[in-house]
């Protein structure tokens, strides 16, 4: 598609978790891009699609924002995209306000907003079969009239309302509704005299600015601020008791009687722990099976190309190397996959806010506001998103503390290391969730801590309250869950089949050359470039349990915290002439006097560790963005990796004293 055929600008806008970006997805499907506006890390998103009467527009999918006062990074980008104070971009021809039907009365205070400024606007009513599920019955006319603009149900997860919505965006556009309520003379006066002075100065919309600097809290004359806010509330009262008809409030849904036992301040407790726990038993129970078929795969792989190539260099980077290294990887997929499935099953069913809403009485206990918990959250997933989800945290201060907290929530990367550790310590899927329980709750229990210890040392004021929309408990929706299941396994795949691959040939170049004179493979191992390298570290590591070989493994897991275990592989595989599975590999690693080295103290050292350094220097980089300082990112990634030192070096040598081997 060629951008000269764009006959129209539409800005897509709506609250956070009204399905706007899903719309988004199904207006423009592929044809998408995605960059940054000028000037900010917030990123921008646009893409294209035809209307059924043949005409070609250009959609910017806006940050979501629950108001136009911004309280965040992300309302202000959109705040002022629309007055036309965002660099770079113009005012859009139609705005395109996404709706939760669900929620209509709060979401309708936005479009309100948007219609003061004078645009032209067609509403997106999304989630409408959720409406109709909870028994609510609305009525797209009457709101149409009140609000002078286009109402169009549909919902976006089922594509369902799809061709109406791109049927209800007739071009050209009409001409905007304008105010749909009107103050005392003197209000007005105001509002006229604000819109002559931003048209003075050449701002490109001056009605919007006119309203806006008169309806927004900054504003001196909070008199008229709160009769402009009392006279939308009205106007929005009025509408939906004529356009939306609830169920008898005297029947109590199924969401209430779920909520009376998920929010209750004990039972709820038990319920989430609960949940953690099957989640963390399914991940160790039922990903075996399919973790024993991908190891025996990549051991017979390895053992065939044995038997086929004959011995030499060429032989062993394939073997000890590639296959060593990607298989060591790999093996944790099942896990990975189990464990973003639960996720998004929470997500989907409605949960997750649930966990949420708990979360927010212990976050508030440390300074924080429960605004901090979903990045935390994300952060199970991947620290990258986490932080720049911190984007929604107002107090600049709070922002700062949960972004420098976070990298201690264990993200996926971690798992693989965690599931190869914790048979070390016990036996028996029960004994195992329960360590692995345990890993979580110390790494969240740890940043919560250092966030109480942080905030008052940053400078940081009493957090706001924090307003969180509970949404209604539903079946999931299979299709969004399995897509989130299928992106993150394809990026774990693809990052084994591309990073980790690389590092693992570059870790067995280093493992192999220089070559020694002596056939002895330990020899060999010694006097090559890593031998040579763990040797330097290996009085720092030694005190924590570890060999040379190790800490070099945990040198090169800084570049992704995967390549620890495939490392391993690769260095530990030199030890034995018969191909071994990565398991075998790992367990029957000896040291020089041939006691194992992967006893439980060393596996407690190693976890320690693993918990609280931050190995991730795209992390790093991304911290430096978002803080627009080398200094946090630096101290963060020197402050954790030392924490995290003086840890495993306290497990191992505490340990060494109470004589736990």
Not at 68 to 74: F, K, T
Request: hydrophobic content about 45%.
């Amino acid at each position: 598609m060629s951008s000269s055929s764009i006959e129209a600008h539409i800005a897509l806008i709506g609250n956070p978790n009204s399905g706007k970006t899903t719309l988004f997805n199904a207006l423009t499907g592929q044809n998408q891009k995605v960059s940054n506006y000028a000037g900010a890390t917030v990123s921008r998103k646009s893409g294209q699609f035809f209307t059924p009467h043949g005409h070609q527009f250009e959609l910017i999918d806006l940050p979501g924002c629950y108001s136009l006062s911004p309280n965040s990074p992300d309302e202000e980008v959109t705040r002022d995209f629309l007055l036309g104070d965002q660099e770079g971009e113009t005012p859009p021809d139609l705005i395109l306000c996404v709706l939760d039907a669900t929620q209509l009365e709060r979401h309708l205070q936005l479009l309100l907003q948007v219609i003061d400024l004078g645009y032209s606007v067609v509403v997106a009513l999304n989630k409408i079969d959720s409406a109709e599920a909870q028994g609510l019955r609305i009525d797209p006319t009457s709101l149409s009239e009140d609000f002078a603009v286009p109402f169009v149900p549909l919902s976006a997860l089922n594509e369902r309302g799809i061709v109406q919505l791109k049927q209800a965006l007739r071009f050209p556009f009409p001409s905007a509704p304008g105010r749909l309520w009107k103050g005392p003379a003197e209000l007005e006066e105001s509002i006229a005299l604000s819109t002559k002075v931003a048209e003075e100065e050449g701002l490109p919309k001056p009605e919007a600015h006119g309203i806006q600097r008169i309806a927004c809290p900054d504003n001196t004359d909070t008199e008229a601020e709160q009769f402009i806010v009392k006279k939308r509330t009205e106007f929005i009262q009025r509408a939906v008791e004529a356009g939306l008809q609830r169920p008898d409030d005297s029947a109590q849904d199924l969401t209430d009687k779920i909520d009376a036992h998920a929010l209750h301040p004990i039972k709820g407790w038990f319920l989430f722990t609960g949940i953690m726990f099957t989640v963390f038993w399914t991940i160790f129970e039922f990903a075996s099976i399919p973790m024993d078929w991908i190891d025996g795969a990549f051991g017979s792989l390895g053992e065939g190309i044995t038997s086929k190539m004959s011995e030499g260099d060429f032989q062993s980077l394939i073997v000890d190397g590639v296959i060593a290294g990607v298989g060591g990887v790999l093996i944790f997929l099942p896990q990975i996959v189990l464990l973003f499935f639960f996720i998004s099953l929470l997500e989907s069913s409605g949960y997750m806010a649930r966990a949420a809403y708990l979360m927010d009485r212990v976050m508030s206990k440390v300074g924080l506001s429960g605004k901090s918990f979903l990045p935390l959250l994300s952060g199970y997933a991947c620290a990258i998103p986490g932080v720049m989800a911190t984007r929604t945290i107002s107090n600049a201060k709070e922002r700062l503390a949960t972004i420098l907290i976070l990298p201690w929530t264990s993200c996926s990367a971690r798992l693989p290391v965690y599931v190869m550790l914790v048979p070390f310590l016990v036996t028996g899927s029960l004994s195992q969730t329960a360590i692995m329980f345990g890993i979580y709750a110390v790494g969240t229990i740890t940043a919560l801590l250092a966030a109480k210890f942080l905030k008052p040392r940053l400078g940081a004021t009493e957090p706001p309250q924090f307003l969180l929309e509970l949404p209604p408990y539903q079946k999931p929706q299979w299709s969004h869950v399995f897509h989130q299941v299928w992106e993150r396994a394809f990026s774990f795949v693809k990052k084994a089949g591309t990073l980790i691959l690389g590092i693992s040939i570059l870790l067995w170049f280093l493992g192999t050359y220089p070559k020694s004179n002596s056939d002895d493979p330990v020899v060999q191992q010694e006097n090559s470039a890593m031998g040579r390298a763990g040797k330097l570290i290996e009085p720092i590591v030694s005190p924590l349990g570890w060999d040379a070989r190790m800490g070099t493994a945990m040198l090169t897991s800084f570049a992704a915290r995967e390549v620890f275990v495939s490392s391993l592989a690769v260095s530990y595989s030199a030890d034995s002439d018969e191909p071994e599975s990565v398991r075998e590999t790992v367990t029957n690693a000896k040291r020089p006097d041939g006691s194992p080295l992967f006893t439980p103290l060393v596996a407690l050292s190693l976890l320690a560790f693993f918990i609280y350094a931050l190995q991730c220097l795209p992390t790093t980089a991304v911290v430096k963005r978002e803080t627009g300082s080398w200094k946090w990112a630096l101290g963060q990634l020197g402050g954790m990796t030392a924490f995290a030192y003086l840890a495993a070096l306290a497990v191992y040598q505490i340990g060494k004293l109470i004589g736990y081997s």
